[in-house]
């Protein structure tokens, strides 16, 4: 790897870290009243703990905000990518990714990471993202846990991406999903022991 291809691939990671590492949970929280949302539900800064607060469009907007800091990323660097540096984006969007779940603002203390997961698929091949959603949304009905849906989800995810972008996704698309099994792990033992919340309780 020459120092030209070494430094724009740093500077990838990092322009996707610097937004993917945007709060956006926490800030739209607080700027609507409504706390500090890591001292409710699972503390975590992402969509379903934002639901917590009691409001659905607060949520959604959160998720939305989320996805399209994977998405955002995945785009800057689409500009400045040729066919010999189609890879700058990806490292862009698992920035992004990293961020999300370990900002500096918060003390590395961020997301679970679906969301952004989501956002970057999109970006990057949307017929991959499109069957992570319906694989996310089957398992949801089916079981009525939002975790075991998005660990389902991640699982096949790099199936999708190397059949329909090829490798590159599929590598991007392993190291998320298991940094998503990573922090599901509370949520993996919950399910096992039979304690993890369905989908429509409050708890």
């Not at 929280?29 to 539900?41: E, L, P, Q, T, V």
């Not at 970006?123 to 959603?133: D, E, K, N």
């Not at 849906?149 to 199936?159: D, E, H, K, R, T």
């Amino acid at each position: 790897m020459d120092i030209i291809t070494y430094l724009s691939s740093i500077t990838a990671v990092f322009i996707g870290y610097f937004i993917g590492s945007i709060p956006f949970g926490l800030v739209l929280s607080m700027m609507a009243g409504k706390g500090d949302i890591r001292k409710i539900g699972s503390g975590n800064i992402g969509a379903t703990n934002v639901l917590r607060t009691g409001s659905k469009p607060l949520a959604i907007l959160t998720l939305l905000l989320d996805g399209g800091k994977g998405a955002v990323a995945i785009i800057i660097m689409s500009n400045y990518a040729d066919d010999t540096s189609a890879y700058l984006p990806l490292l862009a969007g698992f920035g992004a990714f990293l961020g999300h779940l370990f900002p500096i603002w918060l003390n590395y203390q961020g997301g679970k990471g679906v969301a952004t997961y989501l956002g970057i698929l999109f970006a990057a091949s949307w017929p991959t993202a499109v069957l992570t959603c319906a694989t996310w949304l089957l398992a949801a009905i089916v079981w009525r846990m939002s975790s075991l849906a998005a660990l389902v989800a991640a699982a096949l995810a790099p199936i999708f991406g190397y059949v329909f972008a090829g490798s590159n996704l599929m590598f991007l698309c392993l190291a998320m999903s298991a940094l998503v099994f990573i922090r599901h792990n509370e949520n993996i033992q919950r399910i096992k022991s039979g304690n993890e919340p369905k989908i429509g309780n409050k708890n």
